[in-house]
């Protein structure tokens, strides 16, 4: 069965630091995909990146990237030079290709930005 | 702005009762999704309807059901409610195929259910 892991519950930072988020996943799939959501405090899901188990490119969006890593099966993000509007909570998503594109989803990192 | 929009954002009702909660895909989406998001499981799937017809089922409770009509829009019927109910449910839509590449799901804002 797949599961998602983040261990990191909250992360408190001070404005302009780098933060990285960690996710840990698990499938039994060759053929799955990883998803990264922000959820502001609005409440809404924003999606950010989705990658495939057989891109292993890390990805850089201006101040976001993400570094997949299938021999640890994670698929960290990190979030350079951190604003106060970064604050949400971030949510990482796995889904297989046999499981109707359902997505399952990590409990979530609460991150907070102190100005 | 998705593009998924969801009806109501906010729902109040009482233990025992019925409720609906209304969807409409982004245009073009043939695939839509429910998640459930709460306190004590987190976000959750629960069910996910392709053009009309039901394509995967999650932890769905056999007291909920949902449906997607010919228009696309998607609903999800709650009954019997109970305390633990309580929680935002979202709803998203994608134009994945079934055997197709994946497609990134867009999430509506979400409909707030309070069962007092």
């Known amino acids: 069965a797949q599961k998602v892991t983040q261990a990191q519950t909250e992360i408190s930072v001070v404005e302009k630091e780098d933060v990285t988020l960690d996710c840990v996943y698990e499938?039994?799939?060759?053929?799955?995909?990883l998803f990264w959501y922000k959820q502001p405090p609005s409440g809404e899901l924003v999606f950010l990146i989705r990658?495939?188990?057989?891109?292993?490119q890390n990805e850089i969006s201006g101040r976001y990237s993400w570094n997949f890593q299938k021999s640890t099966s994670s698929f960290n993000f990190t979030i350079t030079a951190s604003q106060v509007v970064d604050s949400a909570v971030y949510f990482c998503?796995?889904?297989?290709?046999?499981?109707?594109?359902?997505?399952?989803f990590g409990g979530g990192t609460r991150l907070m930005v102190k100005p | 702005d998705s593009g998924v929009t969801q009806t109501p954002k906010h729902l109040i009702t009482a233990t025992g009762q019925r409720v609906t909660l209304r969807c409409s895909p982004r245009?073009?989406?043939?695939?839509v999704y429910w998640y459930q998001q709460s306190l004590d499981q987190g976000l959750q799937f629960l069910i996910q309807?392709?053009?009309?017809?039901?394509?995967a089922k999650g932890n769905i409770l056999e007291r909920f059901s949902a449906q997607q009509f010919p228009d696309l829009h998607s609903e999800l019927n709650l009954s019997s409610l109970e305390l633990g109910d309580s929680a935002l449910y979202f709803c998203?839509?994608?134009?994945?195929?079934?055997?197709?590449?994946?497609?990134?799901?867009?999430f509506g804002p979400g409909t707030r259910l309070t069962v007092l």
């Open positions: 998203a839509s994608s134009t994945s195929r079934r055997g197709g590449s994946y497609n990134e799901q867009f």
């Open positions: 499938t039994r799939d060759t053929t799955y995909y």
């Open positions: 990658r495939n188990s057989f891109d292993e």
């Open positions: 998503a796995l889904s297989e290709s046999n499981a109707g594109n359902m997505l399952t």
């Open positions: 245009s073009g989406d043939l695939s």
């Open positions: 309807y392709y053009n009309g017809e039901e394509r």
